[in-house]
């Protein structure tokens, strides 16, 4: 069974700073995929990662995978107000979220 | 069209209730997904339907029953439900089984009394 593992489960930034949310996964996968979802609402399709060395990159947000490592990061550059929501990463085949990332931009 | 479309928004049932959760896209997907939301925690996975057959149950109590009657259309029969069953009912599709990037419904927000 997959594990997903998001840190950190909180996060308050300021404007302007640049952040990194890590997600460890337990077994093989040569796939992972970010979610964002705002308050009350349902889950955004952010970024699907596809293979090893993957990068993909949307406005101030860039999300990597580094398949032998088992590790995903999502990159927040000179954050806005707007990226404040909780942030998920997802495995394959069992549909495994992480616990989410709660993130708050503050001015 | 690239939208998923969940009825109703919001539903209050009693626990002797019998009510249903219906979820509908028309995107030419052929996986359909019911997930299960409390508050402050990740979506878990309770049902998938691939080609309209019942692929994947999560151990999800008999209380809820799913139906596929289409590759567009996705229900979920609740009957009996218990108060901590109150939570968000987050409908998905994607293009294939699992391994492709899901689209998700608004959700239905489920409160039982």
């Known amino acids: 069974e997959l594990k997903v593992e998001q840190n950190p489960l909180f996060l308050s930034m300021q404007e302007g700073k640049n952040y990194t949310i890590y997600c460890n996964y337990s077994?093989?996968?040569?796939?992972l995929y970010w979610y964002r979802q705002d308050p009350g609402k349902s889950l955004e399709s952010l970024f699907v990662?596809?293979?090893?060395?993957a990068v993909k990159q949307e406005g101030r947000l860039m999300a990597s995978l580094d398949t032998k490592a088992r590790l995903s990061t999502l990159h927040i550059t000179a954050a806005v107000h707007d990226l404040s929501a909780t942030y998920f990463c997802?495995?394959?085949?069992?549909?495994?979220f992480g616990a989410g990332t709660r993130l708050t931009v503050k001015p | 069209d690239t939208e998923v479309t969940q009825t109703p928004k919001h539903l209050v049932m009693g626990m002797t209730n019998k009510k249903s959760l219906k979820c509908e896209q028309h995107?030419?997907?052929?996986?359909m997904y019911w997930y299960k939301q409390k508050a402050k925690k990740p979506p878990e996975l309770m049902f998938v339907y691939s080609y309209e057959k019942l692929s994947i149950n999560e151990s999800v109590p008999s209380r809820f029953s799913p139906e596929c009657p289409n590759s567009s259309l996705l229900n979920l029969h609740l009957h009996a439900l218990q108060p901590e069953d109150s939570a968000l009912y987050l409908c998905?599709?994607?293009?294939?089984?699992?391994?492709?990037?899901?689209?998700f419904g608004p959700g239905t927000r489920l409160t039982v009394t």
């Open positions: 990662l596809l293979s090893n060395g």
């Open positions: 077994t093989t996968s040569d796939r």
């Open positions: 997802a495995g394959p085949h069992d549909m495994r």
């Open positions: 995107m030419g997907h052929r996986a």
């Open positions: 998905a599709s994607s293009f294939r089984d699992r391994d492709y990037e899901q689209y």
